[in-house]
């Protein structure tokens, strides 16, 4: 007779009340529905740890998947995040186009000089010191083209 492929051998373990709860409760983590299954999985997870020469190798793939969808949270969160400000900000710009009339000389102007500040303090900027500078980047100011008073 030739021996039966899936043969299945009976093995008892021992273990505290504890671990068996803790096994109990993280069963359906591990995708499984019984406690042999649960045990089966856990000594082939470690015998392809053994198998690798406890090389890092083995698990660097794991860490790399839950890396990869931790990163796509955040992603998608900053993403979100980003949008709500474009949306504000787009807002506030028009808030204040609809209230001033700015020559397209000065905002060319203002782009430039903001574009320079935010480069030269990555993109750090306070009110305190934009209240500090004044009106320094432009020699007329956006009402009077002349920079005369208003």
């Known amino acids: 007779m030739s021996k039966n492929i ?26 499984v529905r019984s406690l042999n299954a649960f045990v089966l999985k856990a000594i082939e997870f470690y015998l392809g740890y053994l198998r690798q020469g406890k090389n890092l190798n083995y698990i660097s793939p794991i860490l790399a998947s839950s890396i990869k969808g931790e990163m796509k949270n955040i992603e998608h969160n900053l993403s979100e995040i980003i949008f709500k400000m474009a949306v504000q900000l787009s807002m506030l710009t028009q808030i204040v186009a609809d209230e001033k009339e700015f020559y397209s000389d000065y905002l060319e102007e203002l782009q430039k000089w903001c574009a320079e500040k935010v480069a030269l303090t990555n993109g750090i900027i306070t009110l305190e010191d934009t209240l500090k500078r004044g009106n320094a980047y432009t020699d007329y100011d956006y009402f009077n083209k002349d920079g005369g008073e208003y």
Not at 10 to 28: A, G, N, S, V
């Open 6 to 31: 899936e043969e299945k051998y009976t093995l008892t373990i021992r273990m505290d009340y504890e671990i068996k709860q803790e096994i109990q409760e993280r069963m359906d983590d591990a995708h």
